[in-house]
């Protein structure tokens, strides 16, 4: 038991940290995108599988497909509150996007569409986010400042309380709502949040305006493991989901860079 917990923290905490070095050193617009890619959300569904059946994972994957509307309400709520509080602005932001995303989950449960309804109904939600989130400028990173080291582990660590809590509570509370929580942004908040508290929130605004667009990974990894979970367990169901979500979106950057001929999307 304590061997899986220092797992699932070692994991979040080397995710959190190689995003915040992304979005310094490559650029907010790439750590946004990476950031909708299947990694806290991956976590929590392999540990539901490895700790309670792979059938238990597959179904909780459908209400993760579900739980991604509430996680790009997440990055609204949280853009939003950055241009209405100026004062304490990081803590303002957290507690409404926060409370916007538990709000959003709890509306989502009651509704039942059907496997097919949920993928439907969540592109078109993910849809409209990357449509409203369109004019928010790419910014990069220009005076870059070190992080320290114990900066990135303390909000890594936060990150990983969050799995391990989430992952902890899974089997008490149903597939429907372990999906909904698998979904929680426990990578993309601590990365926000240090981008934010160490540069401006229009680098957290580039990150939150890409993120949309990577979350096109995430349903295509849940879709996966629903599918290879019972059918091959766990390990290899995990390999091949990360397979189609990363074909995903290289297939999103081959047609940027064919169709836009390199510009920033």
């Known amino acids: 038991m304590i061997g899986l917990i220092v797992i699932k923290v070692c994991i979040t905490v080397v995710v959190v940290i190689m995003l915040s070095l992304i979005a310094e050193h490559v650029g907010p617009r790439v750590a946004g995108l990476l950031s909708g890619y299947p ?37 609204g709520f949280y ?29 989502l449960h009651y509704l039942a569409l059907g496997k097919v309804g949920t993928v439907v109904v969540t592109v078109i939600a993910i849809i409209s986010f990357i449509v409203l989130f369109r004019k928010i400028p790419n910014e990069r ?23 391990v809590i989430i992952t902890g509570i899974a089997k008490a509370v149903g597939p429907t709502w372990a999906g909904l929580f698998s979904a929680f942004p426990t990578t993309f908040f601590p990365v926000i949040l240090i981008i934010h508290t160490t540069y401006d929130r229009k680098h957290v605004h580039t990150i939150i305006k890409n993120f949309p667009i990577g979350l096109g990974s995430l349903v295509i990894y849940s879709i996966a493991v629903f ?3 019972p ?7 995990t390999v091949l989901s990360f397979a189609a979500a990363t074909l995903y979106l290289l297939l999103y950057q081959f047609l940027v ?4 001929q390199g510009e920033v999307a």
Do not use: H, Q
Request: aromatic share 20%; net charge neutral; glycine share 6%.
């Open 231 to 237: 059918a091959f367990g766990i390990f290899i169901g």
């Open 39 to 75: 990694l806290g959300a991956a976590i929590a569904l392999f540990f539901y599988g490895l700790e309670i059946s792979p059938e238990f994972a597959a179904e909780s994957s459908i209400y993760t497909i579900l739980g991604l509307i509430s996680i790009a309400s997440f990055a």
């Open 227 to 229: 599918l290879s979970y």
């Open 141 to 163: 990173i220009e005076d870059k400042i070190v992080f320290t080291f114990n900066v990135l582990v303390l909000r890594a660590v936060v990150a990983a309380s969050f799995i």
């Open 79 to 107: 853009y939003l509150s950055t241009l209405i509080f100026r004062r304490f602005p990081v803590l303002m932001a957290s507690v409404v996007s926060v409370s916007g995303f538990f709000l959003v989950s709890w509306i």
């Open 257 to 260: 860079y064919r169709f836009f």
